[in-house]
């Protein structure tokens, strides 16, 4: 069956310091890779999205990687900030629709 | 431009009750989604409906059922509550049922089953 991970333990990093996140897929052929950053008791909020024909993909501060044969997408969070800190959620999306399968999300503490 | 909502926020219910769940979709949206989230856990998808029409469900018993109105609102039912039902439902709305479209996210209606 589809099997999505995300680093369960949280990240603690520096303001300042870039902040690199992995998403790891199995049984799965994704069109389109999305990361998204969740806040506590909200909605999760779209951030990116990358093709799977896209390398590397660039949105301000947040740079994401996709790789389809190592089947793992890399989530980039440069010069972070305490507002940075949040849990960021992977989803792969097939071609034919945009049902979303989820990762378990990690969790990013940004310290002062 | 009106954002993602959903009715109610909270709920508390009884095992073996029925509950419905109320999403309004952004506006120019006819895909609907609806996803459960156990605390701690990503969310998981139940189904979606576009143009009012089911197009897709995840590993939902047929318990867990749906409907959308010609506004692209939307209805979550669940029936015969378990205990593990307790979690937060999302409903997202997006332009349409292709996945290189991102989806809004509402709130949530944090659902507790005693």
């Known amino acids: 069956s589809q099997k999505i991970e995300q680093n369960s333990e949280a990240l603690n990093i520096q303001e300042g310091k870039t902040a690199t996140l992995t998403c790891n897929y199995t049984?799965?052929?994704?069109?389109?890779l999305q990361w998204y950053r969740q806040d506590p008791g909200r909605g999760p909020v779209f951030l990116l999205l990358?093709?799977?024909?896209?390398k590397e993909k660039r949105k301000e501060r947040l740079k994401v990687t996709f790789d389809t044969t190592l089947k793992q997408s890399l989530f980039h969070i440069t010069a972070s900030q305490p507002a940075d800190s949040a849990t960021y959620l992977c989803?792969?999306?097939?071609?034919?629709?945009?049902?979303?399968?989820f990762g378990g999300g990690t969790r990013v503490l940004v310290k002062p | 431009e009106t954002g993602v909502t959903q009715s109610p926020t909270h709920l508390i219910k009884t095992r073996g009750q029925q509950v419905t769940l109320r999403c309004s979709s952004q506006?120019?949206?006819?895909?609907v989604s609806w996803y459960q989230q156990a605390l701690g856990q990503g969310p998981q998808f139940i189904f979606q409906?576009?143009?009012?029409?089911?197009?897709g469900r995840g590993n939902f018993p047929p318990r867990f059922s749906g409907l959308q109105f010609p506004n692209y609102s939307s209805e979550l039912n669940v029936n015969a509550l378990e205990l593990d039902d307790s979690a937060l439902y999302l409903c997202?709305?997006?332009?349409?049922?292709?996945?290189?479209?991102?989806?809004?996210f509402g709130p949530g209606t944090r659902l507790t089953v005693t």
């Open positions: 506006s120019g949206h006819n895909t």
């Open positions: 989803a792969l999306a097939g071609a034919a629709g945009n049902k979303l399968t």
């Open positions: 997202a709305s997006s332009l349409s049922q292709d996945g290189i479209y991102e989806q809004y």
């Open positions: 049984n799965y052929s994704p069109a389109y």
């Open positions: 990358i093709r799977e024909n896209e």
């Open positions: 409906y576009y143009r009012e029409e089911e197009n």
